[in-house]
């Protein structure tokens, strides 16, 4: 098993919608948590970072983390074509410096 | 532009064959970071390296190995290369070796072994 889990879609939404995009993971010495972008063809890129458990919003993006389930999520609302790429969830343990990735959900934004 | 930078963008190249790939941090960033990205298996951290030693390993394959320079920049050599290590290849730099919060991804190299 994983220690990441993340559903690859893909996903496929009318702009403007509210987009819900989740992960999971069995490790429970995760404590770092974090969202990336990938264009196609580019490398990831980082869009939100959390510590713990609990809710960051930053613009149209919020990021949840609940430790208790063991499951973070990303929500982007009002969904541009801009925000078609794949989003990748990450997380780290402390102490440890690599991140463990989720294998992706490709997103696409129709206009 | 994350400002890292990764050379080259693509290689191909025949199985039992070795190749290596470089990266240079951003400006100020003393840690080096390789993943490797497929199809399958996502995004596996292979190797970290701070200020010219290696910090920690992962899902790095023996015929893999990695270094970094006096200047930061950063090589992965690969060899007695299998179609399996067909893959897009990451670095990624953090100003120090103990945090995860900022890891900036060059655009990576893409690994085509025929």
């Known amino acids: 098993q994983k220690e990441v889990e993340q559903d690859p879609g893909p996903l496929s939404v009318p702009e403007g919608a509210i987009v819900s995009l989740n992960c999971t993971y069995s490790n429970s010495a995760f404590q770092y948590f974090m969202w990336y972008r990938q264009y196609s063809r580019k490398g990831p890129e980082l869009l939100m970072y959390t510590y713990s458990s609990g809710n960051k919003e930053d613009g149209r993006f919020t990021a949840q983390v609940d430790k208790s389930s063991k499951y973070i999520s990303l929500f982007i609302r009002d969904s541009q074509p801009s925000d078609s790429a794949t989003y990748l969830c990450a997380m780290s343990k402390p102490g440890a410096n690599n991140l463990f990735f989720g294998t992706g959900t490709r997103l696409t934004v129709i206009p | 532009d994350s400002g890292v930078t990764q050379t080259p963008k693509h290689l191909i190249t025949a199985t039992g064959q070795r190749v290596t790939l470089r990266c240079s941090p951003r400006?100020?960033?003393?840690?080096v970071y390789w993943y490797q990205q497929s199809l399958d298996q996502g995004l596996q951290f292979l190797i970290q390296y701070y200020n010219g030693e290696e910090r920690a390993k992962g899902n790095i394959l023996e015929r893999f190995s990695a270094q970094q320079f006096p200047d930061l920049h950063s090589e992965l050599n690969l060899s007695s290369l299998e179609l399996g290590d067909s893959a897009l290849y990451f670095c990624a730099s953090t100003q120090l070796g103990d945090r995860t919060d900022t890891q900036y991804f060059g655009p990576g190299t893409r690994l085509t072994v025929l």
């Open positions: 400006s100020g960033d003393l840690s």
